[in-house]
C-alpha cells in the first residue's frame, strides 16, 4: 500500500461539544499537508454539535470534510460503521472524539501499515499527565481486560517497545478499509464496549498483527460519554460467546518479555513488578550513597516498577514529617502495584484508609483461581498454572 494512501478518519460522537472542537483544531493544525480526510458521526446530539459541526469541518477541511447525521443515538459500533461507509479512503483511522493529536502522528501509522502482515496500528495514546493510557490491552489470569503498562511514565521503555498483542484500543486505530469490511466492521451487538477487541480478534483470525507504533503519540482523555461503561457485563459475555475459543491469558508472557514478574493478590488483583533479584541489586547499589530525595524520583521515573524504591521513598519523606508527600507517593505506588506492603505502609500512616479491589469473596477467589489453574493446564500453560499455583499455596490455606 503507497504511503500516500488515503486516510479517512471516523470520529463518532454524541454531545461533548466542548472535546470535539479541540480535538478537530488539532487534527487539522497536525495533519497538514497529508491525503486525509475526516468523516465525523454525529449520533443525533443535541448540543452545540448539532450546528457547530458542519461549519466547522469544513473550515478546517474544506472539501474533505464530511458530516454524517444519525436519526438517533446509534452507539459506537452502528456510528463507526456508518461513518466508514461514507469513507473513501484505502485506510481508515477511528478516532474517539475525547483526543489530542500531536505533530507527526499520521506518517508512523501509515509506515506500520505499509506492512501487509499488519491488520491494525494504534498510537501510543497518553494521558494529559504525560502518563500511559495505551501501548496495548492484555488479557489477564482470570479473562479480565486491561490497558498494558496503564498510569506509568509515557518515557517508560517498556511501554515504547512492539508487543505481541491479543488486541488494541478501537479510540484510536487504523486499518484497511478492505479489511474492515471483510471482518464485517465493527459487531453491532455490542453496546458501547469490546467492539474494539472482537475486530482484533477476527483481524488475528485472518492471521494478521497488531501493532502499536510509539513514535505516533495522541493524548487521551479518557471518555466522559454517560454511561460509557455501563453494559460492561454483558458486553463481555457477548465477546466469550464470539471469540471465547481464541482468548487466551497474556499479561503473564508480556510481563515476561520486558523482565518483569506478574503478581496475584489476595483478591486477584494482578500488576507487575521488578524480579526479586533485580530489586535487591538497585536498592543495594542506591543506599550505598546517603539518601538522595531527586535521584530517588529520577531512578523510579525510569524504572517505575522498583517496588522497593517507592517504599523507600515514603519512609524517608515520613522520617522528614512530610505525612502528605509520605501519602501521595503510596498512592501512586499503589495505582501501579497494589501490593501488600503498600498497603500495610498506607494504613500506618492513615488508619482510616479503606482499599478496594478484587472479588471482595475469599472463597470465590479460591474457586477463581482453581478454574483458571485448570484453564491453564488444559491450554498448556504451565507458567500460568504454576504462577495460580502458587497463589493457591499462599493464600488458599487461609481463606
Known sequence: MSEASRVSVVIPVWNLWDMTEPCLRSLAEHSAGENMEVVVVDNHSTDATASELGPLGEALFGTAFKAVRMAENAGFARGCNAGAQAAGGDLLFFLNNDTTLTPGWLPPLRAVMSDPKIGAAGPLLLYPDGTVQHCGIYVNPFNAVGHLYEHLPGSFAAARKPHPLQAITGAAIMLRKMQFESCGGFHEGFRNG??????????????????????????????????????????????????????????????????????????????????????????????????????????????????????????????????????????????????????????????????????????????RVQQARRAAYANGDTALAQLLGQWLVEHAGRL
Not at 464470539?242 to 483478591?267: F, Q, T
Request: net charge negative.
Open 194 to 367: 469490546f467492539e474494539d477487541i472482537d475486530l482484533c480478534f477476527a483481524l488475528r483470525a485472518q492471521g494478521l498483527k497488531l501493532r502499536v507504533e510509539s513514535r505516533s503519540i495522541i493524548y487521551h482523555h479518557t471518555s466522559r460519554t454517560p454511561g460509557r461503561f455501563a453494559h460492561d457485563r454483558e458486553n463481555c459475555t457477548l465477546l466469550m460467546q464470539r471469540k471465547g475459543g481464541a482468548v487466551r491469558p497474556d499479561e503473564h508472557v508480556l510481563a515476561k518479555l520486558d523482565g518483569y514478574d506478574l503478581r496475584i493478590g489476595e483478591n486477584l488483583d494482578t500488576w507487575m513488578v521488578l524480579p526479586e533479584e533485580q530489586q535487591q541489586r538497585i536498592s543495594a547499589e542506591f543506599c550505598a550513597k546517603p539518601f538522595n530525595s531527586e535521584a530517588c524520583k529520577a531512578l523510579l521515573r525510569a524504572e517505575p516498577l522498583w517496588l522497593e524504591g517507592w517504599l523507600l521513598l515514603a519512609r524517608h519523606q515520613e522520617q522528614a514529617g512530610d505525612l502528605v508527600a509520605a501519602t501521595g507517593t503510596l498512592m501512586d505506588c499503589l495505582r501501579l502495584m497494589p501490593d501488600p506492603r503498600v498497603c500495610k505502609a498506607l494504613s500506618q500512616l492513615d488508619p482510616q484508609a479503606v482499599f478496594e479491589g478484587g472479588t471482595g469473596d475469599p472463597a470465590m477467589a479460591k474457586v
